[in-house]
């Protein structure tokens, strides 16, 4: 399992990115089938397929914010673990990991407790109406059974990546996502289950996945093991752990905030269809952004290996690669999507006016996401250097400060379309932010002083 670890000290760099971002892009991209072949299925169902798409579009914030403490444990935790290996520590990577599983079942329990507790009132206030609430419901109470599974199959699966096996963490997510797509069709239309079944599907293959990844990391394959030792609350771990991965959770957690006011705005300017606009639009957001994510993802503990080494040559070629990367996929996949939205609105429904409004909204709302790549490969090279704080500041920025005031302060002037407006200018002004803080300190980061302090 070392070899696995100093191959990224020493293999080519555009071989090693290859090796380890194509199984984690996959993962990601097939990880992103769990919602996406959900909401496909679900808006197709005959008769009521645009209500139930846009109920189970309203339940986006609660899996949102479950997924986003997940992200508090993997995204946070495995770079410091990657860096303690770097540095030749495993007794104190093992800590980490372990920690992060005490905190995950914590998680659990307080999710759990609260969605059940208020979830009607909440997909209200999350734009559900009475004709699209009975829908949300329905499939949120069976989606939150599940919780457990999702903390541990999402916020584990970095823990395996960091050791350099990205091929064992891919197949814990096709191992679930695999099972997600066999099993929809079954439930919703074999068994007459509709939106119930979906959720049930999800359900399923979700523990899938979180057996195969808590398994591996209990095994001798992994060379990070889960033990009950290292488990035991390290309060200064916990804090580094959560330092680090406030920024990625509040970059997850502030979607649900962003659903919540945009689906909102879009309740009280236009109604359910512009509500489920917006659910195909992020879902089509989703499909370009998760191979961006798998890439940034594979790459990421190879920076964090490598800086907590002291190659730092080595860190700057990995982090121009990686931003030049994520660039010009984001453009390039951004303009296919502008030129075809009719043909990716036609995947979630078949109904000929909301198939209109999306063909009209979407090169408004996804124009911004041209040059947001430079973003989307900064962020993650913040965090693959420990840079808490800088990597948090981005993640506010873009959508408490932008985002959410625009979309509250545009419709009062544009109406309706002052909400698919806000996007696309907290997107540009977020890029360019973070590009402007990333030439300002990145020299400064990528140092011995820097890295003593970690």
Partial sequence: ????????????????????????????????????????????????????????????????????????????????????????????????????????????????????????????????????????VSYISIYLAGTIFVELALGLNAFIISQGQSRTAMMAVLLGAASNIILDPIFIFALGMGVKGAAYATVISQALSALWTVGFLISRKSSLTITWQAMKPDFHVI??????????????????????????????????????????????????????????????????????????????KLYRSMITVCFLFAAMATVLVMIFPGFFAGMFTNDAQLIALVEKMMPIFMCGMLIFGLQQGIQPTFLALGQAK???????????????????????KFGVMGIYYAEPVSDVLSAVTATVLFLLNIKKIVSKETLQKI
């Fill in 239 to 316: 804090g580094n752990v959560m330092a680090l991965g406030i920024s990625p959770f509040i970059m997850r957690a502030t979607e649900s905030l962003i659903s919540i006011v945009l689906n909102n705005g879009l309740q009280k300017y236009g109604g359910d269809i512009y509500v489920g606009s917006l659910t195909i639009m992020q879902s089509v957001m989703q499909m370009y952004s998760a191979p961006l994510g798998g890439f940034t993802q594979g790459v990421q503990p190879i920076i964090s290996y490598n800086f907590g080494a002291g190659n730092f040559n080595r860190v700057k």
């Fill in 390 to 412: 800088l990597s948090l500041f981005i993640a506010i920025f873009r959508k408490v400060i932008l985002l959410v005031p625009l979309a509250l302060v545009l419709p009062l």
């Fill in 1 to 136: 399992m070392q070899d696995k670890e100093k191959k990224m000290a020493t293999e080519a760099i555009g071989k090693l990115m290859i090796s380890m971002a194509v199984p984690s892009i996959i993962a990601q991209i097939i990880n992103i089938l769990y919602s996406i072949v959900d909401r496909i299925y679900i808006g197709h169902i005959k008769g009521v397929g645009m209500e139930a798409l846009t109920g189970v579009g309203v339940t986006f914030p609660i899996i949102t914010l479950i997924s986003a403490f997940s992200a508090f444990v993997g995204a946070g935790g495995a770079p410091l673990a990657a860096i303690w290996l770097g540095k030749g520590d495993r007794k104190r990577a093992e800590k980490i990991l372990g920690n992060g599983v005490t905190l995950l079942v914590f998680f659990t329990v307080i999710l759990m407790a609260f969605f059940y507790a208020f979830q009607k009132p909440l997909l209200y206030l999350f734009g559900a109406s009475d004709a699209t609430i009975g829908y949300a």
